[in-house]
């Protein structure tokens, strides 16, 4: 099923149940949607990575918060989403449809942080290297014992880093460097937040989706 057939069946369920739903779920998932149309929308891999990770973040964030604090709350919101999953999305998602793509992500250093870190001088070499050893160690484990949160959870990590490198100005508009983490990012994510938002709306009343941050103020 493509990213338009998936957008539109989940749109239709939204405006079919958004009555039941309380204010703070039903404009989470508005906001989502949203985003999730324009990403099927967009061809270009630079804006179609940013809307898909605006469509993720408008479901998943509930405040501003450290770092620390940040990956906490991930943790926990990625741990609920699977243990909600009944269908096993998630897992097919991971196992079943792209488990090159995934596998590909987690051995590429230039979507891994402490690699730039080292790169800056915040870290020695030896050290991000021993870093990138242990999350692969890490990840591979998690495959081996299909642990999907903890899968995802590193897979988010170098997400993230692709993130800041397009958001805060970190590579070139169209840059042919990377074009394949690109690819991939939006390929797994083209899978991921509808997956994630089809688990969040059977699920509407679970108080760990929290409350959007910035909510509609009259």
């Not at 070139?172 to 939006?186: F, H, I, P, V």
Request: hydrophobic share 40%.
């Amino acid at each position: 099923m493509s990213l338009a057939d998936k957008q539109e069946n989940l749109t239709t369920y939204y405006k079919e149940n958004r009555d039941t739903f309380n204010d703070n779920f039903r404009l989470k998932m508005h906001r989502t949607l949203s985003w999730l149309k324009k990403a099927n929308e967009e061809d270009n891999l630079d804006f179609k990575f940013i809307a898909l990770w605006i469509a993720f973040n408008a479901a998943y964030a509930d405040e501003l918060s450290k770092e620390e604090i940040e990956r906490k709350v991930f943790h926990q919101f990625i741990t609920r989403l699977c243990e909600l999953d009944s269908e096993h999305l998630l897992y097919g998602i991971i196992w079943d449809e792209f488990p090159g793509t995934v596998k590909t992500l987690l051995d590429t250093p230039y979507t891994f942080q402490p690699f730039w870190d080292a790169h800056n001088d915040l870290l020695a070499g030896k050290e991000w290297k021993a870093m990138f050893s242990a999350a692969k160690k890490k990840a591979h484990f998690a495959f081996e014992e299909q642990k999907t949160a903890a899968v995802l959870e590193v897979v988010f990590g170098h997400l993230y880093t692709l993130r800041n490198q397009l958001i805060h100005g970190g590579a070139t508009y169209e840059s042919s460097t990377n074009r394949k983490q690109l690819e991939d990012a939006c390929a797994l994510l083209s899978l991921f937040v509808p997956a994630m938002v089809k688990i969040m709306l059977r699920n509407d009343s679970e108080p760990s989706w929290g409350k959007p941050f910035y909510p509609v103020v009259k």
